[in-house]
């Protein structure tokens, strides 16, 4: 049994982080593998970000959204509205703007909180 879990524990772990390792027939014991860790594409998804729109509007809102919001946000979310920051998006809102009015009101909606 400690012979098999021996086997299976690493392996188990180096298929969960993504990498497929086949353990040697010998007796030898397995050695895991060690962590890998995922690059940050940039400091947007860093942690320690809130989810408050007002808080972020440098940031673009498809970026937002697929943080902080729930995934069917996307039905109702102006497709052409995803591509541009927040701020561009709240300045639209005060000039009137009925679809950056419809994106704002959708990104400060709690329902779609994750």
């Known amino acids: 049994m400690q012979t098999l879990r021996r086997v299976?524990?690493?392996a188990a772990l180096a298929l969960s982080l993504g990498a497929l390792a086949v353990p040697a027939a010998t007796?030898?014991?397995v050695t895991a593998p060690t962590a890998v860790v995922a690059p940050q594409a940039d400091d947007t998804?860093?942690?320690g970000r809130d989810c408050r729109a007002g808080d972020n509007l440098d940031e673009i809102a498809a970026k937002f959204?697929?943080?902080c919001k729930k995934g069917s946000?996307?039905?109702?979310?102006?497709?052409?509205?995803?591509?541009r920051s927040l701020q561009q998006i709240y300045d639209?809102?005060?000039r009137g703007d009925r679809d950056d009015v419809k994106a704002w009101k959708l990104l400060?909606?709690?329902r779609f909180d994750k």
Do not use: T, Y
Request: proline share 10%; charged share 30%; glycine share 4%.
């Open 65 to 67: 959204i697929s943080r």
């Open 92 to 94: 639209g809102k005060q």
């Open 108 to 110: 400060n909606d709690r």
């Open 73 to 83: 946000i996307r039905r109702e979310f102006p497709s052409d509205r995803l591509s």
């Open 27 to 29: 007796a030898a014991p």
């Open 45 to 47: 998804a860093a942690a």
């Open 8 to 10: 299976l524990v690493p």
